[in-house]
């Protein structure tokens, strides 16, 4: 087959004319730091999750950071997760001084297989932390149930769910605190942001100070109009608001979230179609509760070939692609800290050493997915040794 000329990338963000007219807009108006589009950002998430509560932040790792501290999580503590997840989520951990309690995933749809993680769940465990993984959601009701039995609160680990659907009811409202990213790689950007949203008013009290300072009253409040800028400072707290400037484009990247979630999900049933029967790969596991797929990145393994002798050979036909995730048990600092080894947790090894995540975003062509298939298909059946 013909090499294209251009290289396609595992991701690019969907920004059109509105969302610049938004952040134009927000840097004109005299007021670019938490605001007016921050304040609405999060009434958009209240909105679309259920939940009573959502607090913009500037990353989903502040948020983590910040709800592991509002419930008190730190040495002596265990916090149960996933471990094929992103390493912010262990980081986050860790850096509170708690243990990491790792569970096994499904091989097929790369969730946390709910009666591992309840398996998991001790007399030290302070939380558990279900990560909704590339799109569809992790299975919750049973999670919930082993979590209310502990008396422990469930953290969802929202990054790759804005728009997943669980059994009918919304991501980020299932458990009681959830955290969502606002990466340039996910569903939705505001460059680099993330949304914490929570049911209990006390907990968001207390994320709200940590947002900022600790200063009871933001800046919109202090210094907008109507406020006035007095303020105290009963505990101290972090920097990690999101700005208007960032929030203005969430804004408009929220009111498009379905029309993009939706051509994720073309394209990714483009390629199931393309590739379903090549031997050499499998494809992505679909979960057998009901739900609706986000459809954040479109996962694969290659079964036929070395992996990454087959990322170099796409690389070699201009196709870029990711690695969603190395198992976290299996990082050096986790294995050299707590003790972890392979062998531990088969199911997210297997997957480990076959994932593959392919090009997928809002912008591009049916025909570039129709392109990475070919090349896949011509490189399977290539001969090349596994």
């Known amino acids: 087959m013909e090499i294209r000329s251009d290289f396609l990338p595992l991701s690019r963000p969907a920004i059109g004319p509105e969302e610049i007219e938004a952040v134009v807009a927000a840097l004109t108006s005299g007021w670019i730091t938490s605001g007016p589009r921050a304040a609405e950002l999060e009434e958009i998430f209240r909105a679309e999750t259920g939940a009573q509560h959502a607090i913009a932040v500037t990353s989903a790792t502040a948020g983590l950071h910040m709800v592991l501290t509002a419930l008190g999580i730190g040495p002596g503590d265990e916090v149960v997760t996933p471990s094929m997840t ?136 202090r210094y907008g109009k109507g406020g006035t800028p007095h303020y105290d400072i009963r505990e101290p707290g972090y920097k990690y608001n999101l700005t208007d400037i960032q929030a203005a484009l969430g804004v408009v990247q929220m009111k498009r979230v379905r029309e993009l979630n939706a051509r994720r999900g073309a394209l990714a049933a483009r390629y199931v179609a393309a590739l379903s029967g090549v031997s050499g790969i499998d494809l992505p596991g679909v979960p057998a509760y009901a739900h609706e797929d986000s459809h954040h990145l479109f996962i694969v393994k290659i079964t036929g070939h070395d992996r990454d002798a087959f990322i170099g050979r796409l690389a070699d036909y201009n196709v870029g692609v990711g690695l969603h995730f190395p198992p976290c048990h299996l990082l050096t600092y986790v294995r050299e800290r707590y003790g972890s080894k392979p062998g531990d947790f088969p199911g997210a090894e297997r997957a480990g050493e076959r994932i593959l995540s392919l090009p997928l975003f809002p912008g591009m062509a049916d025909g570039d997915v129709d392109y990475v298939c070919a090349a896949i298909r011509e490189i399977l059946s290539s001969g090349a040794p596994a």
């Not at 990560?131 to 953290?155: E, N, R, S, T």
């Open 86 to 221: 992103f390493a912010s989520t262990v980081n986050q951990v860790a850096l509170r001084g708690a243990t990491p309690v790792f569970a096994d995933n499904d091989y097929h749809t790369m969730q946390v297989i709910p009666e591992a993680l309840a398996e998991k769940i001790g007399p030290r465990t302070k939380a558990v932390m279900p990560v909704h993984f590339a799109g569809p959601p992790a299975d919750m009701d049973p999670i919930i149930l082993a979590a209310a039995k502990a008396g422990v609160p469930v953290i969802e680990d929202a990054a790759h769910a804005v728009g997943t659907v669980y059994k009918g009811r919304p991501a980020g409202a299932l458990g009681d605190v959830a955290i969502f990213s606002f990466h340039p790689i996910k569903n939705i950007t505001t460059g680099e942001g993330g949304m914490i949203t929570c049911k209990d008013g006390e907990l968001a009290n207390k994320l709200r100070l940590l947002r900022f300072h600790g200063i009871e009253r933001d800046a919109w409040k």
